[in-house]
């Protein structure tokens, strides 16, 4: 079964075509960083002009990277949420379209949910279930058991700032560009991270609940001197920011890894699979490593890690089959979607 899938939930305009699920045929990916940078941060309504003007020709370049035609495909599977609103809108109603005029299916998906579907379509080995989900990204930083495809139960998210956020944001008090992850990560490397003494949040009767919205503030006041304001200048020296950086990065990751440990031990389980752009970072999957070697961690693959319409096709080939039949044209975009 040949699944053409659409993702445009932020500022990355992405089209696929996956075979049943797992044979990745393309995978294109038009980032908006180059115009988003400029401000920071995305600009919703920016990003949902780039999404009008670059949908189709992402679609077309997929469709010709994977030498497939458009009457072979047999389903169209959209993420429709969650995501900006703006931006959610023109690929579903791109997909709605594509199916209306095909007379294919077509199935919308929960493009937290694919994150962790890129875990497993990134390794042919069997997964071992139940597992813990962990979704770390620039929207949403959650923990799932997950007892099947499809089949999850929150058990823990954040409750203010995503840790990819909370990166971007840590990043631009640096005075470092947008996205600020890799940045980060590249800032920090082999530097000492117990120079500043920072601490990530615990949520008071949710012992698997994130808050990092502390974290960054402390950034805040460590790199520009107390009750600083977010323009004030840095006070610090470049060997300073570095360690900063360091501190930043390894306490978020030590207490992500905290929580999974706990869940794991709770939940009773061997595995655990990864989603979401801050996966990209090699500190993080080191320090898990590290940690503890005797459970199992599915990291995705690198180009299925960030923003990407493969996920989505694979998740929705899943999808589709568990329900026998495509989602009404009618369904809705969701910019936040409850597990
Ligand atoms: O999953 P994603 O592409 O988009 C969302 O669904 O949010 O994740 C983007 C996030 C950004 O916050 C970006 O700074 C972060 O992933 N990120 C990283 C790294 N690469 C990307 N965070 C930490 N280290 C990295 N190397
Ligand atoms: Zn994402």
Not at 153 to 165: K, R
Not at 316 to 329: E, I, N, P, V
Request: charged fraction near 20%; glycine fraction near 10%; proline fraction near 4%.
């Amino acid at each position: 079964m040949l699944v053409l899938g659409l993702e445009s939930t932020c500022d990355e305009t992405a089209c696929a075509v996956v075979r049943n699920g797992q044979e990745i045929l393309s995978n294109i990916v038009a980032s908006q960083a180059d115009l988003q940078s400029v401000y920071g941060g995305v600009v919703p309504e920016l990003a949902s002009r780039r999404h009008i003007e670059v949908l189709i020709p992402v679609i077309d370049q997929s469709l010709h990277k994977a030498n497939v035609a458009l009457e072979e495909i047999d389903l169209i599977a959209v993420a429709r949420g969650p995501g900006l609103i703006g931006a959610l809108l023109i690929g579903l109603n791109g997909g709605k379209a594509l199916s209306w005029a095909l007379g294919k299916p077509f199935i919308g998906v929960n493009h937290v949910e694919a994150h962790l579907y890129a875990a497993l379509m990134s390794h042919t080995e069997a997964v071992q279930f139940p597992c813990l989900g962990v979704v770390l990204s620039g929207g949403h930083t959650a923990m799932l058991f997950v007892r099947s495809i499809g089949d999850y139960v929150l058990i823990g998210q954040t409750v203010d700032d995503a840790i990819g956020e909370a990166f971007d944001k840590t990043a631009k008090i640096l005075g470092l560009p947008y996205p600020g992850g890799p940045q980060i990560e590249k800032l920090a490397a082999g530097r000492d991270h117990s120079r500043f003494p920072l601490k990530a949040g615990t949520v008071k009767n949710q012992p698997l609940s994130f808050s990092f919205s502390g974290l960054k503030t402390a950034v805040l006041y460590a790199s520009k001197g107390q009750s600083a304001n977010s323009k004030d200048p840095l006070i610090l020296n470049e060997e300073e920011k570095k360690d900063l950086a360091a501190s930043f990065q390894y306490t978020a990751f030590s207490d992500v890894i905290h929580k999974t440990f706990k869940a794991a031990a709770q939940y009773q389980c061997q595995t655990v699979i990864f989603g979401g752009g801050v996966c990209c970072n090699q500190k993080l999957k080191t320090m898990f490593q590290e940690a503890n070697p005797q459970l199992t961690y599915l990291w995705p693959h690198r180009e299925l890690t960030l923003d990407n319409a493969a996920m989505i096709a694979g998740l929705g080939y899943h999808q589709y089959l568990q329900k026998g039949q495509g989602d009404s044209l009618e369904l809705e975009a969701k910019t936040r979607i409850a597990f």
